[in-house]
């Protein structure tokens, strides 16, 4: 869709909003030309529109049946109890494990900060939902700059170890012997070939990943090679341990386990 407004109603590429119901819809969709776009225009209209009270909604293509991921372009609050987002920025070798940290982020979300997402599918009316709910607060959208680099470093007590999580706003697909494929984790959504949905997974050629959602990947030097420097010797940890803490309790993901 070409950027436009019309009667109170905005429309973009990647969403809308109806002003009759005062909601923002963005599509988070498994298509080769998916994207969302928050350019001037957009963000125009939908200031002129009174951001504050704003609901937004995620539409997704495929029913969230395990956790995920995701990225917003802009903050907001979680105003759904089928989710929590959970930001990960504590990242350790402990005594040989490696180990991702992620803290509840008690319902809010920032501007271009990618997120695990846990979804509670232990709830009958959280089963097979293909929607996500927020709210806009305060303040006003902004116009997502085209070179915005949507990056999370991992930090830890000796500082960074050269893991990244990074969101897209578009539809993104690796081949098979791209550069850096092999320093790349994707999040499963489903059970397949050995792989546990709700997972991380070292991807290999053909993996994608639909708008507003995130991906892990290994940037930094020195970490576990072998005698050759070359890319195809790179080595990387085989499992990465997942816990997932809320206040004093600790919810236990899984492992980022690198598969075929």
Request: hydrophobic letters at 35%.
């Amino acid at each position: 869709a070409s950027s436009a407004a019309w009667a109170g109603n905005c429309y973009f590429t990647g969403g809308h909003y109806e002003s009759a119901t005062h909601t923002l819809y963005l599509e988070s969709y498994t298509d080769t030309l998916a994207e969302v776009v928050f350019d001037q225009s957009a963000v125009n209209c939908l200031n002129q529109n009174n951001p504050s009270g704003m609901k937004v909604v995620i539409l997704r293509d495929t029913p969230l049946k395990s956790n995920s991921t995701l990225v917003l372009p802009f903050a907001a609050t979680v105003d759904d109890d089928c989710i929590a987002l959970y930001d990960v920025y504590d990242f350790n070798n402990r005594s040989g494990t490696w180990e991702a940290v992620g803290y509840n982020t008690m319902g809010g979300a920032s501007m271009n900060q990618p997120y695990i997402m846990a979804v509670f599918t232990d709830k009958a009316k959280c089963q097979d939902r293909r929607e996500i709910h927020f709210l806009v607060n305060t303040g006003n959208f902004a116009v997502t700059p085209q070179d915005q680099q949507l990056q999370k470093w991992m930090g830890n007590n000796t500082g960074n170890p050269g893991f990244t999580l990074w969101g897209t706003y578009k539809y993104k697909k690796w081949e098979s012997g791209a550069s850096g494929i092999n320093k790349v984790y994707g999040y499963a959504a489903k059970d397949m070939g050995g792989v546990s949905g709700g997972q991380f997974v070292k991807i290999g050629g053909g993996a994608y990943l639909p708008p507003l959602r995130a991906y892990l990947e290994y940037r930094g030097d020195g970490l576990a090679k072998k005698s050759s420097d070359s890319e195809e010797n790179f080595e990387l940890p085989e499992t990465i341990e997942v816990r997932l803490i809320d206040g004093d309790s600790t919810m236990s993901l899984g492992k980022l386990k690198p598969g075929t």
